[in-house]
């Protein structure tokens, strides 16, 4: 697949919808707009194969959502998830969690990019847009810089995302708790880790987790305080200090290539404002622990494409859009934000997987933290004392 074939100069001056972002919100975007009759410019900044800090644990509810797309086979290659092993100081536990697959963001991402441009969608890579306030978009692709029109404008750019920087209206609201993202994917020799699992371990100041990927590769995701980073040194430090005893000797983490975030908890102050709609992480994000973002984005993305869809052959409104992705997340995104705030008291942590040991359903509760619960009980086992 050539995801570069499309330069700027040679693309049409209108479309019916173009999205910034060629992440999971803004493909299922893509996806869903084409698939009801629009035409669809999709813009990125990055060049696959590029990487993404994400954990790359795709929860049912994401499954679910790419199936809805049509789009299953990009799960081809994905790896079976089972379990949950979650530490926290000298207690940790097993929790049976099946229904999520681990996936490379750059085998994700690209394959999903790659359906949208076998619906018919213009795919330009390597190009910043940016939601001019006349209702164009500035597409900036090396030294050209071409003005595009539209009837609907998609942000779907991340937490990293440019696209609104020019309207005012679309100002970020930082949480002042905030932590922010880390990770790498490292070689599969690093760190004991089972097939299957997820690792998670808690600490004073943030986690981190990590996750066998399919080709055997390990994909290490963290969040911490910004001064618990500052403290260790850094990330990569702070990474072999709460990785601990489960790596191995010569695990190289020291020399991985680490890509840091910015401060993840933010919501914008508005979703939607006449032909705009956000989508994704670009309206808001929480923390990783529950590993719910990819499913959140494919699934305001995708309703996005449809509502832009709407607001085209139906003469439907912007207005709407808040209400539309609230009710999306609402109830994983509030289990989310508990979730953070309990795991600024690791004490509680530990204190909760120790009672677990005579009171499985507690144990439930806490397996119910990972994802959405679809189909996949949670009984658990507990292990006790964690390797020092
Ligand atoms: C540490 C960490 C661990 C995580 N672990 C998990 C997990 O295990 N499971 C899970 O489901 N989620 C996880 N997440 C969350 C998940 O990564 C995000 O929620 C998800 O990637 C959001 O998708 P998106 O499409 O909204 O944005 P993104 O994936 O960020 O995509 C945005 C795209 O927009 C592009 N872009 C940016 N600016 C512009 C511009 N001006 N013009 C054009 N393109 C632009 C970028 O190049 C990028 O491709 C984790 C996040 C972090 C930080």
């Known amino acids: 697949m050539n995801l570069l074939a499309t330069n700027v100069s040679g693309i049409a001056d209108e479309f019916d919808v173009i999205i910034a972002g060629g992440g999971p919100a803004g493909s299922a975007a893509a996806i869903a ?8 410019l999709v813009v990125d900044r990055g060049i696959h194969p590029r990487s993404k800090v994400c954990g790359c644990c795709l929860a049912p509810a994401g499954i679910e959502a790419i199936v809805q797309l049509g789009a299953s086979s990009v799960l081809n290659r994905a790896q079976q998830l089972s379990t949950v092993r979650l ?9 049976q969690r099946g229904g999520g697959v681990a996936i490379g963001r750059d085998e994700l991402d690209e394959s999903l990019l790659g359906l949208a441009l076998h ?9 910043a847009a940016s939601f001019d306030d006349d209702g164009s978009v ?14 609907v404008r998609i942000a779907a750019d991340g937490l990293q995302g440019t696209s609104l920087d020019c309207l005012s209206k679309f100002e970020w609201r930082v949480s002042k708790s905030s932590r922010m993202g880390f990770g790498a994917t490292v070689d599969g020799a690093a760190l004991d880790l089972a097939r299957e699992q997820i690792f998670m371990s808690v600490h004073e100041g943030g986690y981190i987790g990590a996750v066998r990927l399919a080709n055997g590769r390990i994909d290490i995701a963290a969040a911490a305080h910004p001064s618990v980073i500052r403290d260790a040194g850094g990330v990569a430090p702070l990474a072999v200090r709460w990785l601990g005893s489960h790596l191995r000797s010569g695990s190289g983490l020291g020399a991985a290539e680490w890509r840091g975030t910015p401060l993840l908890t933010r919501r914008r102050i508005q979703l939607a404002c006449d032909d705009v709609l956000v989508a994704g992480d670009a309206g ?6 529950t590993g719910e973002g990819m499913s959140w984005a494919l699934a305001t993305g995708s309703a996005a494409g449809s509502h832009a869809s709407a607001m085209i052959f139906t003469n439907a409104s912007s207005e709407k859009w808040p209400s539309i992705t609230n009710r999306i997340v609402r109830s994983s995104r509030m289990r989310c934000l508990i979730t953070a705030h309990l795991l600024r008291h690791p004490r509680l942590l530990r204190s909760a997987i120790r009672t677990a040991q005579f009171f499985p359903s507690l144990a439930d509760r806490v397996a119910s933290a990972f994802g959405s619960d679809i189909d996949a009980p949670a009984c658990s086992r507990i292990c006790g004392k964690a390797p020092q």
């Open 119 to 127: 619906h018919g969608c213009t795919v330009v890579m390597g190009a």
């Open 87 to 95: 530490e926290c100081g000298d207690r940790c536990v097993t929790l």
């Open 33 to 40: 707009a084409a698939r009801a009759g629009c035409s669809v």
């Open 138 to 151: 500035a597409v900036r692709q090396d030294r050209i810089v071409r003005k595009i029109r539209s009837r």
């Open 284 to 289: 808001g994000y929480v923390e990783p622990f």
